[in-house]
Nanobody, 121 residues
């Protein structure tokens, strides 16, 4: 069984910063990729940033230059540093991990429960 637990959400003013954390636990064999997604009110979930096992990163255009994803491999934890926040960044932020468990060779996606981020003056 695998769990992803996010933390660090909350409220920030426009131009402010927040840092999200996501820790994966359970019978994990290998984490291939971790990423962050956002679901804004009335919109579909969108990919924001991802980091591979080789620490290669990728970002959505909407957050490039403002958000930074990083990963602590030893702790099975990914972080999302969010700077220069805008009201449009408001939404529920979900952590995702593509991984293999010790009981299966096949990789699959796992999701956290989500954490609310609100950007408002």
């Amino acid at each position: 069984q695998v769990q992803l637990v996010e933390s660090g959400g909350g409220t920030a003013q426009p131009g402010g910063s927040l840092r999200l954390s996501c820790t994966a636990s359970g019978d994990i064999s290998e984490i291939l990729k971790m990423g962050w997604y956002r679901q804004a009110p009335g919109k579909e979930r969108e990919s924001l940033a991802s980091v591979t096992g080789m620490s290669l990163t990728d970002y959505a255009e909407s957050v490039k230059g403002r958000f930074a994803i990083s990963r602590d491999h030893a702790k099975n934890t990914a972080y999302l540093q969010m700077n220069s926040l805008k009201p449009d960044d408001t939404g529920i932020y979900f952590c995702n991990a593509l991984l293999r468990t010790t009981s299966s060779f096949y990789q699959r996606d796992y999701w956290g429960q989500g954490t609310q981020v609100t950007v408002s003056a």
